[in-house]
């Protein structure tokens, strides 16, 4: 006990050693942390934190006609990991819980579901409305039918005005619902743990085209309480996006909160999503348009239930996985058929480059946003993996019948049942799991989409990167201190940049199959060009004579809905340089990664439910992600 003690006063009367600091040398080589730990003192976001954008539960007019039943506490119970019930009856859970959500019931037509369902004098008294209360107490078909049948009359602006109107902003029942939004969102926010933003969907539709826009607000339910939110429909409402920036601005000066707003499905709008002339209105896109949709809309949802909107086959012919989920029959409600030139205003991608042009006409990108997935799911489940795919809705929810149903028929086209998508999340570099700093994240465009898989994906743009950069396993430490992380800018340059990325597959998914690296770009001439670069895969196979990277293989077992990762990588990480690179020319670029073929969810529910496939549907896909651009801008 005595030696003991005596050891013990020397070892407190030991000087403690200074901290640990890294010497300049290795700063510059192959350990840039600021102390011993590599996890201490960051400056920079550590973590990815994964959630949804874009989620309705039975609050949501069509989601209660198409039979939903459970509400806002079932929605973010399931998206924070618990067990709950489907409106169908079956248990459902996440294989991981998700970080956070943004609840986006449609903001017009709040409450009405409920009372559609009850029969209120003012619902029967219209023949719209006893029609609908019908057939959502019939059930079944009817009631789904009775959902088309809104949505038709909704997107065609045919609503009974008498009847929006008692559920439109500045009636009770609509203040009634936004409370209860509000609370909800109060309620299951635990900083530190889940975040639940407060949020809404804006349903703009002209003559069926999609313009819809959801909009997520950074602050609390005091500030949220202030406003109502912005409608399409009813005395108060507008499709026209400027009148959505209008109520942006509004809310932003009576609260002193922040909000932003992000567009989904272009390739539903017939065109008019991403306009480069005139808009959907004829006005003319001018400087005050332009300034308003870059300062607004951060983001794009590149993928979702209802189609990926990245890019399409016939506007990027030499990209050979241009062809990926893509819905190209009609509009939302098939009212009218798709032509080749609608094309150019729909997809992500070509928006992109288009944005150069309007730049340099009216001097502000409208469209530099980076990317976001998420579901779009009307059944309070947030599912987004094929294995465990709940639908769109929950006439779509797993059966027998759902792949057969088509989601959408008329004369004009079809939007079959197996074709819906099981996408997507998008996953936010953020500092914490807060709304502060999620929200921040996503303004400053540190996001990337993915069609479901949660692979780790870093993305970084400047100069000087080198192979110590990624050797020492913490490539974040370089990418920042040497350049822009996925959404940044990178400055003018005489040289051409490098750009670091890193991918990790999904813990509990597929490996990966390559990482590619997407350019756009203007010439002197005005003129805009496309390049994919194969920049990093899996061993085995290197690119032919012409450039073109075999097959990373495929090792699905339709019978048992399997696959085995006996193929493609783990991880794969590169540093890449522009060979194409002129310092005068405007760019983007991004990464996409693939992973290896794996089944859809159609090939589970034949395994399971026991039913035929039906002809036509694809079995096999290839998941991948899509990191938020980056910009270069030469001088001047």
């Not at 949804?52 to 209660?64: E, K, N, V």
């Not at 026209?240 to 909160?257: A, H, I, Q, V």
């Not at 086209?413 to 929200?439: I, K, M, Q």
């Not at 997407?518 to 805009?528: H, P």
Request: charged residues 25%.
């Amino acid at each position: 006990m005595i030696k003991r003690s005596i050891l013990a006063c020397l070892m407190l009367s030991t000087p403690v050693a200074a901290q640990f600091v890294p010497s300049q040398e290795s700063l510059e080589g192959l350990y840039q942390g600021k102390a011993y730990s590599p996890y201490a003192q960051r400056g920079f976001p550590s973590q990815v934190y994964w959630g949804d954008t874009h989620l309705h539960t039975g609050y949501s007019m069509d989601a209660g006609l198409f039979g939903n039943t459970t509400g806002l506490e079932t929605a973010y119970e399931f998206a924070r990991g618990e067990e709950v019930m489907a409106a169908s009856g079956q248990p459902v859970k996440l294989s991981r819980p998700l970080d956070w959500l943004v609840l986006t019931e449609h903001s017009d037509g709040m409450g009405l579901i409920f009372d559609l369902k009850s029969g209120t004098p003012n619902v029967l008294a219209s023949e719209q409305g006893k029609r609908w209360h019908e057939a959502i107490n019939e059930g079944g078909e009817a009631s789904a039918t009775a959902a088309l049948d809104l949505i038709t009359n909704f997107s065609q602006g045919t609503m009974d005005p008498d009847l929006i109107a008692d559920y439109s902003p500045g009636a009770a029942k609509y203040a009634s619902v936004w409370k209860n939004i509000i609370e909800a969102a109060e309620h299951y926010n635990e900083p530190g743990h889940f975040t639940a933003f407060i949020g809404f969907e804006w349903t703009s539709l002209y003559k069926g085209n999609n313009l819809h826009r959801n909009v997520v607000l950074r602050d609390d339910g005091a500030r949220a309480s202030l406003v109502e939110p912005m409608v399409t429909q009813g005395p108060t409402g507008s499709v026209d996006p400027m009148d959505l920036y209008t109520w942006l601005e509004n809310y932003e000066s009576k609260s002193g909160g922040r909000a932003f707003t992000i567009a989904h499905n272009g390739n539903l709008s017939n065109g008019i999503m991403f306009p480069t002339e005139k808009r959907f209105t004829g006005d003319t896109v001018d400087e005050e348009y332009v300034t308003k949709r870059a300062k607004w809309e951060p983001l794009y949802e590149i993928t979702q239930i209802k189609g990926d909107g990245e890019t399409h086959p016939k506007l990027s012919p030499d990209d050979e996985f241009a062809d990926y989920e893509t819905w190209d029959a009609g509009n939302l409600d098939l009212t009218a058929a798709k032509t080749d030139e609608m094309l150019k205003g729909e997809y992500a991608r070509e928006a992109l480059k288009q944005g150069f042009l309007l730049e340099q006409s009216l001097g502000i990108n409208p469209y530099k946003f980076g990317f976001s997935g998420a579901t779009d799911s009307h059944t309070s489940l947030t599912t987004a993996d094929e294995d465990n795919f709940f639908g769109k809705a929950t006439n779509a929810e797993p059966s027998k019948t759902r792949m057969s149903h088509p989601f959408t028929k008329t004369e004009n086209g079809v939007f079959e049942g197996f074709e819906l998508v099981a996408s997507g999340y998008t996953g936010v570099w953020a500092t914490d799991n807060t709304r502060d700093a999620l929200w921040d994240a996503m303004v400053r465009r540190e996001t990337y989409a993915t069609t479901g898989p949660r692979m780790m994906v870093r993305f970084f743009g400047g100069s000087g990167y080198t192979e110590n950069d990624l050797r020492g396993r913490q490539p974040a430490f370089a990418g920042y201190a040497k350049g822009v992380p996925m959404g940044g800018d990178l400055p003018a340059m005489d040289e051409a940049p490098d750009f670091m990325v890193y991918a990790l597959r999904d813990p509990i998914g597929a490996n990966l199959d390559r990482i590619q690296i997407v350019k756009g770009w203007m010439d002197a001439d005005g003129a805009l060009h496309e390049k994919v670069y194969d920049v990093a895969w899996s061993e085995g196979r290197e690119p032919d004579a012409n450039g073109k990277l075999p097959p990373v293989g495929n090792t699905v077992d339709l019978e048992a809905a399997g696959y085995t990762n006996t193929i493609g990588a783990p991880e794969l990480l590169t540093i890449w340089t522009d060979p194409d690179f002129d310092p005068l020319q405007h760019a983007f670029y991004y990464a996409r990664v693939l992973e290896i073929p794996t089944p859809r969810w159609v090939v589970y529910d034949r395994l399971r439910l026991g039913v035929d496939i039906p002809e036509g549907a694809t079995l096999v896909g290839q998941e991948r992600a899509y990191t938020s651009p980056i910009w270069y801008a030469p001088k001047g």
